[in-house]
């Protein structure tokens, strides 16, 4: 029942500007060896954080499309009435965010560590860390995105809201860049899940809480 | 016989002033029901209400599922009339009963525009094939004569003819008359109907 919602979440966010995140992705990590220097040596040891940070702020920006347009435009009460949950629309729009954000931001992840002088080791461990965190950066993004849905300066505030609660993903996902053989992953693993899982019913509530 | 839609002693409150209060109905096939009020009486939100996208305060409120046309358009701007309105159709399993609704409100030449070009009349003459293409039961029409002109509203009251005739119980909230024979419900007055 959710395929064709999220066939059509893909494509709008395919038709509209999908390379921005990243572009702003790889425009902060170029910003950082300017910002700390050439140093070679520091900039590979905090090279796993900043890919973190550039992707954190990267998952901001999309924020306020993902769910205002639609409440505006009466999409989701239509989609409530065409027997949809709106925990069911909340997922549709999580893996939909996902594929048209995580495969960019991967590829981008690719010229970000060369950029930061991160070794072939560095990049094979920011990858998998990356990978296995953006699930869980693309469930916040939702709910943070369902929370504000309709607020003014929603934008602003979504940020207040998403970096604070992103940071155990932060934490574990930048251990994991840094050492891919340390336990970190696995923790980040469980941290992506544990929003994955709990963000459905976080979007789905408020969306049902914001009509009027 | 079931009736489509209950309403049993509801209450609503919106933004603390009390909009209804006690307001039983009942609506069975064939059956057809004119909300009127002045603006702020709370005819949209009984729509809303009937439609399960507000919750009462008090009481009961038992449905069918409802299709719902309102001033929100709910179709993606930048696709061609006809592939908006199949999402919805392909989504409620009525893909086949597309072409006839679009047809019986005079949309049919219309398929291949955008939707972000039609005009207003145009985009209510789209909400309202939704409906006519949903096959649902119960028909629930927030002022569906906004922005239509006399073709229009003369197709939307054959559409709600054949509905009734086939089974089907209509809502619809409007300032202006509707053709054909109504119940009527006035809000605004300590409503019971």
Same mark, same amino acid.
């Given at each position: ?14 038709? &509209? ?20 220097? %050439? ?25 306020? =499309? ?36 995580? %495969? ?11 950029? !930061? ?65 340390? &336990?970190?992953? !696995? ?22 809480? &914001?009509?009027? | 016989?079931?009736? /489509?839609? =209950? ?15 006690? !307001? ?14 002045? +603006? ?19 009481? =009961? ?55 972000? !070009? ?25 002022? %569906?004569? +906004?922005? /239509? ?26 300032? &202006? ?17």
């Amino acid at each position: 029942m959710i395929g064709p919602v999220i066939a059509r979440d893909v494509r709008r966010a395919l038709g &509209g500007a999908a390379w921005l995140p990243v572009a702003f992705f790889l425009l902060v990590a170029t910003l950082v060896p300017f910002a700390v220097g %050439p140093d070679a040596r520091l900039l590979e040891r905090i090279g796993g954080g900043a890919l973190w940070i550039a992707a954190l702020t990267a998952a901001l920006l999309p924020v306020e =499309r993902l769910v205002e347009p639609d409440r505006a435009d009466g999409m989701l009460d239509q989609l409530a009435l065409h027997g949809l949950t709106e925990e069911a629309v909340a997922v549709a729009r999580i893996i939909a965010h996902w594929l048209t954000f995580a %495969p960019l931001l991967l590829l981008a992840a690719v010229p970000g560590s060369v950029l !930061l002088g991160l070794g072939a080791e560095g990049l094979r461990s920011s990858l998998a860390a990356l990978a296995v965190g953006t699930p869980g950066l693309a469930a916040l993004a939702v709910a943070v995105a369902a929370l504000t849905a309709g607020l003014p300066r929603a934008g602003a505030l979504a940020g207040i809201l998403l970096l604070p609660l992103a940071v155990p993903l932060l934490i574990f996902g930048a251990a994991a860049s840094g050492d891919g053989g340390s &336990g970190a992953l !696995l923790l980040e693993a469980a941290v992506s899940l544990a929003l994955c899982a709990g963000a459905p019913f976080a979007a789905g509530a408020a969306i049902r809480a &914001g009509r009027t | 016989m079931k009736p /489509l839609l =209950r309403f049993e002693a509801v209450t609503l409150r919106r933004g603390g002033r009390l909009l209804f209060e006690g !307001l039983d109905l009942k609506l069975g096939p064939g059956e057809a029901l004119h909300v009127t009020g002045p +603006n702020g009486s709370g005819k949209t939100s009984l729509i809303r209400l009937a439609a399960g996208l507000l919750r009462a305060e008090a009481g =009961r409120v038992e449905r069918t599922a409802p299709a719902l046309s309102d001033e929100a358009l709910a179709l993606d701007r930048e696709l061609p009339l006809a592939k908006a309105l199949r999402f919805w159709a392909r989504l409620g399993g009525t893909a086949g009963k597309l072409d006839a609704a679009m047809a019986a409100m005079g949309l049919a030449h219309l398929a291949d525009v955008p939707v972000r !070009l039609l005009s207003s009349g145009q985009a209510k003459r789209a909400t309202l094939a939704r409906v006519a293409a949903s096959g649902a039961k119960l028909w629930l029409l927030d002022e %569906p004569l +906004n922005g /239509l002109d006399a073709d229009g509203i003369g197709r939307l009251e054959a559409l709600v003819e054949r509905h009734r005739a086939s089974g089907g119980a209509v809502v619809a909230a409007s300032h &202006g008359p509707l053709g054909g024979d109504w119940e009527r419900l006035e809000l605004g007055q300590g409503a019971t109907a």
